[in-house]
């Protein structure tokens, strides 16, 4: 479906010097008087372009629309991978050909990685206006498949699609509209994972009312940067937690020490003392304010 300019290029100027060297894989289906091509399409735009007299074809039976996508599949696991929304496209038909949604499964049958079939699946989640988005023929106005397999985990978190004006369309568009013009810092798909860490942040700390007002003024509000996400309060129970995990290490650490092994070593009881010492004045000082 996706034909860049620059590889074309270049297989066509191998084919004027030496030919087409593989034969174009093509079948005719029944009652067809053309033969549809399985592989090779490439190759045939080329040769249409120099005018080729003939093209070598290796002619096969008709296969089934599994049998189809399954060999395109196994050939183009030896050669240039597809784009991503194409293979997504693909993969959908074989999973509703076959019932089959198990992610193991249908990467054994087509030859992907596993990671690759659950990419594609969140693709396929998206409405079509979406996915069109990601086959335009020019690459300069194709949107990168990452765009939307990142966002993806921003409109399915458990928090954002539960939030009184959630609206997934509106929301695909809005930041669809930020990333393409680079507004509120939004430069690089992977600064999606900041704002699905200020969402996790929150809802750790019980934060979800306040981070629903800020979020959607974010959404809005094109001047506001990714850092206007941040709650102070989700801040500090965000550092509370890292606290949390030292003092853990550090339990653990000194429950394994025997003191009658260590009784020369003076820097070590002189640290832990400070330690206790700091440790003390901090809970009374936090005791104070409690009271």
């Keep these: 479906m996706l034909f860049d300019p ?10 004027a010097k030496v030919g087409i060297l593989v034969p174009i894989t093509v079948f005719k289906a029944k009652g067809d008087e053309q033969f549809t091509i399985l592989d090779g399409q490439r190759r045939w735009i080329c040769a249409q372009r120099l005018k080729l007299p003939t093209v070598p074809i290796n002619k096969i039976g008709e296969p089934s629309t599994t049998q189809n996508i399954v060999v395109m599949f196994q050939i183009h696991r030896l ?10 496209l693909k993969l959908g038909v074989l999973m509703k050909e076959l019932e089959e ?16 079939v659950v990419r594609c699946k969140k693709l396929l989640w998206y409405p079509k206006k979406f996915q069109d988005l990601m ?10 498949a990452d765009f939307f397999i990142e966002l993806y985990a921003i409109l399915t978190d458990r928090v954002v699609s539960k939030l009184p004006w959630f609206d997934r369309d509106e929301l695909i568009e809005r930041f669809l509209h930020k990333y393409q013009n680079k507004l509120s810092e939004l430069k690089s798909v992977t600064d999606f994972r900041k704002i699905k860490q200020f969402i996790t942040v929150a809802r750790r700390a019980g934060q979800i ?26 801040v500090i129970h965000r550092e509370a937690e890292k606290f ?8 653990h650490d000194l429950q394994k020490i025997e003191p009658s092994n260590f009784l020369g070593e003076t820097r070590l009881w002189d640290g832990l003392e400070r ?11 936090a005791d104070r304010r409690i009271r």
Excluded: C
Aim: aromatic letters at 8%.
């Design 135 to 144: 086959l335009f023929a020019d690459p300069h106005q194709r949107i990168k």
């Design 101 to 116: 949604r198990r992610d193991r499964h249908l990467a054994e049958l087509t030859g992907l990685d596993v990671a690759v």
């Design 244 to 251: 949390v995990k030292t003092i853990d290490r550090m339990h």
């Design 79 to 88: 050669r240039e991978d597809w784009e991503l929304m194409p293979t997504a």
């Design 6 to 15: 620059l590889p074309m290029k270049v297989l066509e100027e191998s084919i």
């Design 275 to 285: 330690l206790f010492e700091l440790i003390r004045r901090k809970l009374a000082a």
């Design 209 to 234: 009312k306040e981070f629903s007002k800020k979020f959607r003024e974010f959404v809005y509000n094109d001047s506001l940067s990714i850092g206007f996400l941040e709650i102070g309060v989700a």
